[in-house]
C-alpha cells in the first residue's frame, strides 16, 4: 500500500506543496547524518485539537542542535508557529508533526560549514506499531545489537545519525516476529526500546533505566513520570539488568508515537499475566485522560493550535 502524503509541508520559512521541499544530494546530512528532529503528537480533546507538550519538544530541538554546534536560523516560538501553520494547513487532518532541521549544502567535510536548513511535516500516524497494541500489547525480544557507549555519540540529543542504532534494533525485531526490540546499553543493563523509553512494574511501583543508560530523555517518559508520581505512584529511576524483564509484574514501553505500549512478552517468556497489568492500565489512563479531561493539565502540557 502506498503512503498517501499530506499536501502541504512547512520548509525554510514558507508552506509548500509537498513535492516542493526539496534538498540537494549532496546535503552535509544525507552524507553525515547531521540532523536533529523531533516527533510531536496533536490531540482532540473536549475543548477543541492541541499539539502536546509543543514548546517542550521544541525546546530539546534547540538544545539537540547545540550539543551537534548546528546554529538555528529560527527561534523556537517560530518553529512552534511553523508547526501550528502546517497542520492549519492540512486542515487538522494530521496527528503528527515532525520538525527537522539539517545541515544543508555547503561544504563537504565532515567539519565543512553548510546551512542549517528546516522542515516541519506532519502526517496521520494512528498506532505506530499497529492497531490494537494499546489494549492488547506486543511480544519484544532483547536485541543483539547494543546502544553506543558514553561519550561515543551523544543519545541525549534527538539526532538522525542515532537512529541508525535504532533501524538495527527494530529490523532485527521484526525480522525475528516480535513486535518491537529492546537494547542493552554497553554495560550490558537494559537502556531502552527502538525508540521508545521502558517501564517495569514491581510491586506496584514503576522502574525506569536512567538517562545514563545510553537512552533519549524521552518527554512522554518524563510525562509518565510526573503524573504517576502526583497520583501516587512510586517511580524509581535506576540500572536494571536484562533478566529483570521476565521477572516484572508488568512492563511497557512509551514514546511520543507508540503512546504507552504494553509488553505482553519478552524473548519468549511471558511478562506477568501475559496481560496490560493493572498498573500500565492505570498509567493509560493518567495519560490519554490529559485529552479526554480526565486528567488535570496543571503545567499547560496542551497547547492551543
Same mark, same amino acid.
Given at each position: 500500500?502506498?503512503?498517501?502524503?499530506? /499536501?502541504?509541508?512547512?520548509?525554510?520559512?514558507?508552506? !509548500?506543496? @509537498?513535492?516542493?521541499?526539496?534538498?540537494?544530494?549532496?546535503?552535509?546530512?544525507?552524507?553525515?547524518?547531521?540532523?536533529?528532529?523531533?516527533?510531536?503528537?496533536?490531540?482532540?480533546?473536549?475543548?477543541?485539537?492541541?499539539?502536546?507538550?509543543?514548546?517542550?519538544?521544541?525546546?530539546? $530541538? #534547540?538544545?539537540?542542535? !547545540?550539543?551537534?554546534?548546528?546554529?538555528?536560523?529560527?527561534?523556537?516560538?517560530?518553529?512552534?508557529?511553523?508547526?501550528?501553520?502546517?497542520?492549519? *494547513?492540512?486542515?487538522?487532518?494530521?496527528?503528527? $508533526?515532525?520538525?527537522?532541521?539539517?545541515?544543508?549544502?555547503?561544504? #563537504?567535510?565532515?567539519?565543512?560549514?553548510?546551512?542549517?536548513? $528546516?522542515?516541519?511535516?506532519?502526517?496521520?500516524?494512528?498506532?505506530? =506499531?499497529?492497531?490494537?497494541?494499546?489494549?492488547?500489547?506486543?511480544?519484544?525480544?532483547?536485541?543483539? @545489537?547494543?546502544?553506543?557507549?558514553?561519550?561515543?555519540?551523544?543519545?541525549?540529543?534527538?539526532?538522525?545519525?542515532?537512529? $541508525?542504532?535504532?533501524?538495527?534494533?527494530?529490523? /532485527?525485531?521484526?525480522?525475528?516476529?516480535?513486535? /518491537?526490540?529492546?537494547?542493552?546499553?554497553?554495560?550490558?543493563?537494559?537502556?531502552?526500546?527502538?525508540?521508545?523509553?521502558?517501564?517495569?512494574?514491581?510491586?506496584?511501583?514503576?522502574?525506569?533505566?536512567?538517562?545514563?543508560? *545510553?537512552?533519549?530523555?524521552?518527554?512522554?517518559?518524563?510525562?509518565?513520570?510526573?503524573?504517576?508520581?502526583?497520583?501516587?505512584?512510586?517511580?524509581?529511576?535506576?540500572?536494571?539488568?536484562?533478566?529483570?524483564?521476565?521477572?516484572?509484574?508488568?512492563?511497557?514501553?512509551?514514546?511520543?508515537? *507508540?503512546?504507552?505500549?504494553?509488553?505482553?512478552?519478552?524473548?519468549?517468556?511471558?511478562?506477568?499475566?501475559?496481560?496490560?497489568?493493572?498498573?500500565?492500565?492505570?498509567?493509560?489512563? =493518567? #495519560?490519554?485522560? =490529559? #485529552?479526554?479531561?480526565?486528567?488535570?493539565? !496543571?503545567?499547560? @502540557?496542551? /497547547?492551543?493550535?
Amino acid at each position: 500500500m502506498s503512503m498517501q502524503y499530506p /499536501e502541504w509541508i512547512w520548509h525554510n520559512g514558507a508552506i !509548500k506543496h @509537498w513535492a516542493e521541499a526539496t534538498t540537494h544530494v549532496m546535503s552535509h546530512a544525507l552524507h553525515y547524518g547531521s540532523s536533529v528532529f523531533e516527533g510531536i503528537r496533536t490531540y482532540q480533546t473536549p475543548n477543541g485539537p492541541v499539539i502536546f507538550r509543543l514548546t517542550d519538544h521544541n525546546t530539546r $530541538l #534547540f538544545a539537540s542542535a !547545540k550539543i551537534y554546534d548546528m546554529a538555528m536560523p529560527y527561534t523556537v516560538e517560530q518553529v512552534n508557529q511553523a508547526c501550528r501553520d502546517v497542520i492549519h *494547513a492540512n486542515n487538522n487532518t494530521t496527528d503528527y $508533526l515532525r520538525p527537522v532541521a539539517y545541515r544543508g549544502l555547503g561544504g #563537504f567535510g565532515l567539519s565543512a560549514d553548510t546551512p542549517t536548513d $528546516l522542515a516541519v511535516a506532519t502526517w496521520k500516524m494512528g498506532q505506530y =506499531l499497529g492497531a490494537s497494541v494499546l489494549e492488547q500489547g506486543i511480544d519484544a525480544c532483547v536485541s543483539s @545489537w547494543q546502544r553506543f557507549a558514553p561519550n561515543t555519540l551523544p543519545a541525549g540529543a534527538k539526532a538522525g545519525g542515532n537512529y $541508525l542504532s535504532g533501524q538495527l534494533v527494530a529490523r /532485527e525485531a521484526r525480522r525475528l516476529g516480535f513486535g /518491537e526490540g529492546i537494547a542493552l546499553a554497553s554495560t550490558g543493563l537494559l537502556s531502552e526500546g527502538a525508540g521508545e523509553n521502558l517501564f517495569l512494574v514491581f510491586e506496584g511501583a514503576l522502574h525506569t533505566t536512567p538517562v545514563s543508560a *545510553a537512552l533519549l530523555n524521552g518527554i512522554t517518559r518524563n510525562t509518565i513520570i510526573t503524573l504517576a508520581r502526583d497520583a501516587g505512584v512510586e517511580v524509581v529511576e535506576r540500572d536494571l539488568p536484562r533478566e529483570y524483564l521476565y521477572l516484572c509484574d508488568e512492563l511497557f514501553m512509551c514514546g511520543t508515537a *507508540a503512546e504507552i505500549t504494553p509488553i505482553r512478552s519478552v524473548d519468549g517468556r511471558q511478562v506477568g499475566t501475559g496481560k496490560p497489568g493493572p498498573v500500565t492500565r492505570r498509567v493509560q489512563e =493518567l #495519560f490519554f485522560g =490529559l #485529552f479526554e479531561g480526565k486528567t488535570p493539565d !496543571k503545567r499547560g @502540557w496542551l /497547547e492551543a493550535l
